[in-house]
């Protein structure tokens, strides 16, 4: 039992790890806080722009007096969170277009009073072209489906007394590998896109909204990177050390001197017996 407790541990580990990244893929999907803090960017309106005074008198007339600057939109992997100051509504992103597309400020800003052509900012469209341009919830799917074959190969290795336990243990660190390659992919592919939204976020809407970066989904994946390492390095020194689950691969030991003189003394004693009986005879 005690030869098994590190491997119970690592397939906890990898039950959590599966548990964050499904989390943080549905980031944004649901009101709870647990899913509605999981968001890669958060846009408001910017108080500093010039049609700022614009947009807020039409926000305050479509809107019951609400304020423009208590109203901001969280964009996850798959969903957006609305917040207009009073609730928070989240969900995935193709259904609260439907739903609450009336509850999102939709302005119309005019090139001046002799002309009827305007300009619109559909936030739904940004937050979709962000979802499907900037980041891709694809690559999660991938990490799932790659730990809970690890998670099946971890529970096999647990049974000891099953065969092909050498090569499970061998497996076991290949998916890990693979995990670990995925899991850095998708961290650096999470920064690279928030860091490029961040500079370029402002400008690609004319100075009207201003972004912030949420932290917490990077926050998850640095966790399940870390819980990653500690299961390759339990791994590499099970076979290192040639624990195969009661299966030991090293070389045989040596017999230590004590047992070799109580062995030559056994001898000794059994020649002397039989030297003793002839001498009888």
Excluded at 25 to 33: E, R, V
Excluded at 154 to 173: D, E, K
């Amino acid at each position: 039992m005690i030869k098994r407790t590190p491997k119970l541990l690592c397939t906890l580990l990898t039950i959590v790890n599966i548990i964050m990244i499904f989390f943080v893929m549905n980031g944004a999907t649901h009101d709870s806080s647990g899913y509605s803090s999981l968001y890669l960017y958060e846009y408001q309106f910017n108080n500093q722009s010039d049609i700022s005074n614009l947009l807020a008198t039409q926000y305050s007339q479509q809107h019951d007096g609400k304020k423009l600057s208590d109203f901001s939109m969280k964009v996850g992997f798959m969903g957006v969170c609305v917040d207009s100051g009073d609730d928070l509504d989240c969900g995935y992103t193709s259904d609260m277009k439907t739903d609450y597309d009336d509850k999102v400020p939709s302005f119309s800003v005019t090139n001046n009073k002799n002309t009827t052509s305007s300009a619109t900012l559909e936030l739904f469209t940004l937050a979709e072209t962000l979802q499907n341009k900037a980041t891709k919830y694809q690559i999660f799917i991938v990490e799932i489906i790659t730990l809970l074959v690890l998670l099946v190969a971890q529970l096999y290795n647990m049974i000891s007394f099953l065969p092909f336990q050498i090569y499970i243990q061998w497996f076991i660190l290949f998916v890990l590998t693979v995990f670990f390659t995925i899991i850095c992919i998708s961290i650096s592919w999470v920064m690279i896109s928030c860091a490029n939204v961040m500079n370029l976020g402002s400008v690609m809407t004319m100075n009207i909204l201003s972004f912030a970066q949420g932290k917490k989904p990077q926050s998850v994946l640095w966790a399940a990177f870390a819980l990653c390492i500690l299961q390759v390095i339990f791994y590499i020194w099970t076979i290192i050390n040639g624990d195969f689950s009661g299966f030991n691969f090293n070389r045989t030991k040596k017999p230590s001197k004590d047992m070799e003189k109580d062995i030559s003394s056994i001898d000794h004693s059994i020649l002397s017996s039989i030297s003793t009986l002839r001498g009888t005879l």
